[in-house]
């Protein structure tokens, strides 16, 4: 059974860097074609892609917030971390991780429960 | 950016009555090695996505089989065979071809009538 479940702060203020956690089990993520990733979804909006990691510590990145992202993996305790620099409040959304296999069925197959960040000062 | 657009952006369906929902890619979701790489996600209230359909119609597992996917290129349709009061929720389509990044639709509000 796959799981994921994200944490972090729920407030950070503008100009901060944000830094999230996805602790997942059922999975590792050292098995070839496995990856990680992280979507947001502002309130009442869509969905948006931001960063994956892949098993073999390939790394991709959304190009328009690449400069401000930076992902990493810990294969020995099942966490990905996401980094986010210089947020505003336009980055208020719900931060949510989930899997991807290349060897399943190619898409965002597992989602955790999502975390809400606030940017405010 | 590869930019997918949904229609409608809401529709509300009477319960057992078919429901359809467009998606359009402005390229197409084609690959080299014959598979299509659109994908189908229902976010019910309060929830995180769940996908429903991979690879334009092959259904998730545990996904009832009143859902159904197809389409080919840029054009794509999920429909609903009879809608259940279970089924509300957004739907959003997603390309996953042309990356970086992925990329999902504006995604179609279903509720029930």
């Known amino acids: 059974q796959i799981t994921l479940k994200e944490s972090g702060p729920t407030l950070v203020k503008p100009t901060q860097t944000l830094t999230l956690t996805c602790t997942f089990s059922g999975f590792s993520l050292s098995t070839s074609g496995v990856g990680v990733g992280w979507i947001r979804q502002p309130p009442g909006k869509a969905l948006e892609w931001l960063a994956l990691i892949y098993w073999d510590d390939d790394k991709r990145y959304s190009p328009s917030l690449k400069s401000r992202l930076t992902i990493t993996k810990d294969t020995s305790k099942n966490q990905v971390v996401l980094t986010m620099t210089n947020m505003d409040p336009v980055d208020t959304a719900t931060y949510y991780c989930a899997h991807i296999a290349a060897a399943g069925t190619g898409g965002w197959d597992y989602w955790g429960q999502g975390t809400l960040v606030t940017v405010s000062s | ?113």
Do not use: N
Request: glycine residues 10%.
């Open chain 2, 1 to 113: 950016d590869i930019v997918m657009t949904q229609t409608p952006l809401s529709l509300s369906v009477t319960p057992g009555q078919p429901a359809s929902i467009s998606c359009k890619s402005s390229q197409s979701l084609l690959h080299s090695d014959g598979k299509t790489y659109l994908y189908w996600y229902l976010q019910k209230p309060g929830q995180s996505p769940q996908l429903l359909i991979y690879e334009v119609s092959s259904r998730f597992s545990g996904v009832p089989d009143r859902f159904s996917g197809s389409g080919s290129g840029t054009d794509f349709t999920l429909k609903i065979s009879r809608v259940e009061a279970e089924d509300v929720g957004v739907y959003y389509c997603m390309q996953g071809i042309h990356l970086p990044p992925y990329t999902f639709g504006q995604g179609t509000k279903l509720e029930i009538k």
